[in-house]
């Protein structure tokens, strides 16, 4: 009961929808903090998109230099040879700065309702422990990236790889499509995204004071987001782990599942989409 009273006696169910919740303790966070907190953000976001664009154009320049003289790419864009330790290397930083990219939007809500909740409690140092915050969720999704990194690495060593890094075995594209489909519809998932559709409701129920409870707590809400996103993230190796459009498509949808309307009804829509869309590819094999 005591965490309740990070809320002024607002009693807020652990299922209200983020879209919906009180926005009170965003507004409790000074103007200085506030901004900076949103700069902050909005500029991890332009960096990892900017650092996605360059890669892009230089794989692109790699794949044509490849063509032309079998084999020139750059280091982390591997195409047809072995990976070295420096492909692995920067293969892992790009799919952490993805997930940087696609993440950092669908989170800021939540960032800045850790920061009022905070500044309500009459906090001195709310940046150090938003920050503190933040860095829980990115252990999270470093280790997805590790685990990103290992399977694109699979993919290639078997030869189910494109240039493009996308499968190119109709039946590796089916059966990903099928398990991140039929992933969308179970009660983790679901369980998931009530999560990360209710902060509120997280923070009364898991509040932990102090910078190691600032990193628990993002490191828990950090493992929600987690269950809730990652059979998401396993499309780009059917379209194209840098097919920079549907990484745009798929944060867009992370962010709408998140804070819009409807959450539930979008996520099985897509689940069965993508379920028929692995059975064509499987069948039309």
């Known amino acids: 009961m005591a965490n309740m009273r990070l809320f002024r006696g607002k009693t807020l169910k652990s299922s209200t929808p983020l879209y919906t919740a009180d926005f009170a303790p965003i507004a409790a966070v000074p103007t200085g903090d506030r901004v900076f907190i949103g700069c902050c953000m909005l500029a991890v976001i332009a960096l990892a998109w900017a650092y996605l664009f360059y890669v892009d ?10 063509a032309m ?10 195409m047809a040879r072995a990976w070295n ?3 692995v290397f920067f293969t892992f930083v790009m799919w952490i700065v993805m997930m940087t990219g696609m993440m950092a939007a ?5 960032v800045l309702l850790f920061a009022g909740a905070h500044s309500r409690r009459g906090e001195t140092s709310v940046r150090m422990l938003t920050l503190m915050f933040v860095l829980g969720y990115a252990v999270i999704w470093t280790g997805f990236s590790a685990l990103a990194t290992l399977a694109q690495y699979a993919l290639h060593d078997a030869g189910l790889l494109s240039p493009l890094m996308a499968a190119s075995s109709s039946w590796v594209s089916g059966a990903i499509l099928c398990a991140a489909g039929a992933y969308q519809l179970t009660p983790l998932k679901r369980a998931c995204l009530l999560h990360c559709r209710s902060p509120l409701g997280f923070f009364m129920t898991h509040w932990r004071a102090g910078s190691l409870g600032a990193l628990h ?6 493992a929600y987001c987690l269950g809730c996103c990652w059979a998401l993230m396993l499309v780009l190796f059917v379209v194209g782990v840098m097919n920079l459009l549907w990484v745009a498509a798929l944060a867009l949808f992370v ?3 998140k804070v819009g309307p409807a959450e539930i009804l979008a996520s099985r829509l897509a689940g069965v989409a993508m379920v ?10």
Do not use: C, N, Y
């Open 57 to 66: 154009h230089q794989m692109m320049q790699s794949k044509e230099h490849w």
């Open 69 to 78: 003289s079998a084999g020139m790419d750059m280091p982390g864009m591997p």
């Open 85 to 87: 330790a420096a492909d």
């Open 106 to 110: 669908s989170v800021t809500p939540t």
């Open 217 to 222: 707590m993002g490191f828990r809400h950090g």
């Open 255 to 257: 962010l709408l599942e």
């Open 276 to 285: 028929a869309a692995g059975i064509f590819f499987i069948t039309g094999a």
